[in-house]
């Protein structure tokens, strides 16, 4: 916390609401999306007859903040209308308080904040923005920033409001920890609490003993924030511990240097290069929404030129580079420490790269002070973290629509079931047709197969798996999650009578682009009916029986579970 510059306040509204404008446009394809996604399906109640128990949260999972935003969603009744509200209140806030943040600590012009924030807000390689489990996520990270402005406003502030300010902070930090890698983040700003201290020091007494002085002041002068961390996890590992599936998935162990260095080297392919590599292709393949990025950012650029001031200072350009190297090795590291990996292959699998967009607008910071020092600050601004911006926008609406496509998919599939008895089975595969078709598609999971037939044909103790995403012995893997200590899937059966289902491209089959372009002029135009797009989306046939080159679960009739 270097300074506390008090920045013009109209200058401040306007570069804050050019911000938020720009995010509201950006993200404006959630509001659209009533989809669930993979995991979703076990927490989230897309009907209220919809039966689910999400005890496992809180008595096997360790996610007690998690259960309380699911647990209040369903209680509404409308719970993909909260999450998507919780995501979009993450997303503005995190984004608003970031910038504000910047600015009023004079690291960055309000230009820069601006296109930092932005950055970082419409990351990309994050795909799960439409995810509505998720949103919690998102509303966490949200949460962090606003905790450090509450922060930045307690240091200069005296009496009660400091005490209020310094409150309701650690409330704020508290609940951002739902996303436990957020704590790292929470690191690095009490670490710069204590630059700010140290920055208030007394030179005279040198550096050895002002730093002494610095860290004794921060630990004894916030130790609400000393502690906080330690308050989260003891009260998960006392009352809310991992059991069973869980406690295995987090297999924490200290990586060896073999180990950190493929680790890194995957969550950097996955969360740069292979965004990089899905720029240029749809620069080659889909321009038009990258040309419509680029008039939204082309009329923020012109409100925000005044905005732009020179830097000057050598280490300004250095700075951003180093530390964006610095927060990306931390922020992988605890994913690197549980054994876990990205991958850009399968969006759930980008599901722990939310908060890698920081590192990504530090780098192109670092770029944009050095450039202006050839070109000018206006037009680094422009060339540099203008065009971050377009590509930022662009891929995130590449990401929207494809989960768009996914969601329309199955609703398809879902309204098909609906329209037919069920057959005399209880197990189904799903030999989904998409996945040849000439289109970004990932199979369905089997949260999102068992959760459509229970939306088709109510809670019955159903099954259902891609036949193409799932290997023989499935239905044995289902057998051990089910029997799991603290299982998500007690409701399941996998031992009952089976059939397929047939799941194929119908005529009015098309690209996500197109289909999702053709949905959004029913949708807001009311160009054609909804539900006629969706019958003209797939062909479903159902063949009962046998289900083609998966191993039966042989178990004994009288474990056998008895139907609801």
Same mark, same amino acid.
């Given at each position: #916390?270097? +300074?506390?510059?008090?920045?013009?306040?109209?200058?401040?509204?306007?570069?804050?609401?050019?911000?938020?404008?720009?995010?509201?446009?950006?993200?404006?394809?959630?509001?659209?999306?009533?989809?669930?996604?993979?995991?979703?399906?076990?927490?989230?109640?897309?009907?209220?007859?919809?039966?689910?128990?999400?005890?496992?949260?809180?008595?096997?999972?360790?996610?007690?903040?998690?259960?309380?935003?699911?647990?209040?969603?369903?209680?509404?009744? @409308?719970?993909? @209308?909260?999450?998507?509200?919780?995501?979009? !209140?993450?997303?503005?806030?995190?984004?608003?308080? *970031?910038?504000?943040?910047?600015?009023?600590?004079?690291?960055?012009?309000?230009?820069?904040?601006?296109?930092?924030?932005?950055?970082?807000?419409?990351?990309?390689?994050?795909?799960?923005?439409?995810?509505?489990?998720?949103?919690?996520?998102?509303?966490?990270?949200?949460?962090?920033?606003?905790?450090?402005?509450?922060?930045?406003?307690?240091?200069?502030? &005296?009496?009660?409001?400091?005490?209020?300010? &310094?409150?309701?902070? @650690?409330?704020?930090? =508290?609940?951002?920890?739902?996303?436990?890698?957020?704590?790292?983040?929470?690191?690095?700003?009490?670490?710069?609490?204590?630059?700010?201290?140290?920055?208030?020091?007394?030179?005279?007494?040198?550096?050895?003993?002002?730093?002494?002085?610095?860290?004794?002041?921060?630990?004894?002068?916030?130790?609400?924030? #000393?502690?906080?961390?330690?308050?989260?996890?003891?009260?998960?590992?006392?009352?809310?511990?991992?059991?069973?599936?869980?406690?295995?998935?987090?297999?924490?162990?200290?990586?060896?240097?073999?180990?950190?260095?493929?680790?890194? %080297?995957?969550?950097?392919?996955?969360?740069?290069?292979?965004?990089?590599?899905?720029? *240029?292709?749809?620069?080659?393949?889909?321009? !038009?929404?990258?040309?419509?990025?680029?008039?939204?950012?082309?009329?923020?650029?012109?409100?925000?030129? +005044?905005?732009?001031?020179?830097?000057?200072?050598?280490?300004?350009?250095? !700075?951003?580079?180093?530390?964006?190297?610095?927060?990306?090795?931390?922020?992988?590291?605890?994913?690197?420490?549980?054994?876990?990996?990205?991958?850009?292959?399968?969006?759930?699998?980008?599901?722990?790269? =939310?908060?890698?967009?920081?590192?990504?607008?530090?780098?192109?910071?670092?770029?944009?002070?050095?450039?202006?020092?050839?070109?000018?600050?206006?037009?680094?601004?422009?060339?540099?973290?203008?065009?971050?911006?377009?590509?930022?926008?662009?891929?995130?609406?590449?990401?929207?629509?494809?989960?768009?496509?996914?969601?329309?998919?199955?609703?398809?599939?879902?309204?098909?079931?609906? +329209?037919?008895?069920?057959?005399?089975?209880?197990?189904? @595969?799903?030999?989904?047709?998409?996945?040849?078709?000439?289109?970004?598609?990932?199979?369905?999971?089997?949260?999102?197969?068992?959760? #459509? =037939?229970?939306?088709?044909?109510?809670?019955?103790?159903?099954?259902?798996?891609?036949?193409?995403?799932?290997?023989?012995?499935?239905?044995?893997?289902?057998? =051990?999650? &089910?029997?799991?200590?603290?299982?998500?899937?007690?409701?399941?059966?996998?031992?009952?009578?089976?059939?397929?289902? +047939?799941?194929?491209?119908?005529?009015?089959?098309?690209?996500?682009?197109?289909?999702?372009? %053709?949905?959004? !002029?029913?949708?807001?135009?009311?160009?054609?009916?909804?539900?006629?797009?969706?019958?003209?989306?797939?062909?479903?046939?159902? %063949?009962?029986?046998?289900?083609?080159?998966?191993?039966?679960?042989?178990?004994?009739?009288?474990?056998?579970?008895?139907?609801?």
């Amino acid at each position: #916390m270097p +300074s506390l510059s008090r920045p013009s306040t109209s200058a401040t509204l306007r570069a804050t609401v050019v911000l938020l404008a720009l995010l509201l446009v950006a993200h404006a394809p959630m509001l659209l999306n009533d989809g669930l996604f993979m995991d979703d399906w076990l927490v989230l109640k897309p009907r209220p007859d919809f039966v689910i128990d999400i005890d496992f949260l809180l008595s096997a999972a360790g996610h007690p903040i998690f259960f309380s935003y699911d647990t209040f969603a369903n209680w509404t009744g @409308a719970p993909i @209308a909260v999450m998507v509200a919780l995501a979009l !209140a993450g997303i503005l806030l995190g984004a608003m308080f *970031l910038a504000l943040t910047a600015t009023r600590l004079g690291l960055l012009d309000r230009a820069e904040a601006v296109g930092f924030a932005l950055i970082v807000w419409t990351y990309p390689g994050y795909q799960l923005w439409a995810g509505k489990a998720n949103a919690v996520y998102v509303f966490s990270f949200g949460l962090l920033f606003t905790g450090a402005w509450l922060l930045t406003l307690a240091f200069t502030a &005296r009496g009660l409001r400091r005490v209020l300010l &310094r409150v309701a902070a @650690a409330l704020v930090f =508290l609940l951002s920890f739902a996303l436990n890698s957020t704590i790292v983040l929470y690191a690095f700003m009490v670490l710069g609490l204590f630059v700010a201290i140290w920055r208030g020091g007394d030179a005279a007494h040198g550096f050895v003993r002002r730093t002494w002085l610095a860290a004794w002041r921060c630990a004894l002068g916030y130790p609400e924030l #000393m502690v906080l961390p330690l308050v989260y996890w003891g009260t998960l590992n006392i009352w809310f511990k991992r059991i069973g599936a869980y406690a295995q998935h987090y297999g924490a162990h200290f990586p060896t240097l073999g180990e950190l260095a493929s680790g890194w %080297k995957a969550f950097f392919i996955t969360s740069y290069w292979d965004v990089v590599a899905g720029a *240029l292709k749809m620069t080659i393949e889909v321009p !038009a929404p990258l040309g419509v990025a680029a008039l939204l950012v082309g009329a923020a650029l012109l409100l925000l030129r +005044s905005e732009t001031e020179p830097t000057t200072a050598k280490y300004t350009v250095a !700075a951003p580079l180093l530390l964006a190297v610095v927060l990306f090795l931390a922020l992988s590291f605890p994913y690197l420490v549980a054994g876990l990996r990205p991958s850009s292959l399968h969006f759930y699998e980008s599901r722990h790269l =939310l908060m890698f967009g920081l590192p990504l607008a530090l780098i192109l910071l670092g770029l944009k002070r050095w450039v202006e020092h050839a070109i000018g600050p206006k037009a680094a601004f422009a060339v540099v973290l203008g065009f971050g911006s377009v590509l930022s926008i662009g891929l995130l609406w590449d990401t929207y629509i494809f989960m768009q496509a996914r969601t329309l998919k199955q609703e398809a599939l879902a309204n098909e079931l609906v +329209s037919r008895a069920q057959p005399a089975a209880t197990v189904f @595969a799903l030999d989904d047709g998409f996945v040849d078709y000439p289109s970004r598609h990932v199979p369905f999971g089997f949260a999102e197969v068992t959760g #459509m =037939l229970r939306l088709a044909w109510g809670n019955q103790p159903f099954v259902g798996f891609a036949l193409r995403g799932e290997r023989s012995s499935v239905l044995q893997d289902v057998e =051990l999650a &089910r029997t799991a200590p603290g299982s998500a899937f007690h409701h399941v059966d996998p031992s009952g009578p089976q059939a397929t289902i +047939s799941f194929q491209p119908g005529p009015g089959a098309a690209p996500n682009w197109v289909l999702v372009r %053709k949905y959004y !002029a029913c949708r807001l135009l009311a160009r054609c009916d909804v539900s006629q797009l969706l019958r003209q989306l797939a062909e479903v046939t159902i %063949k009962p029986g046998p289900i083609a080159g998966i191993t039966p679960l042989d178990r004994p009739k009288a474990d056998a579970m008895p139907s609801r």
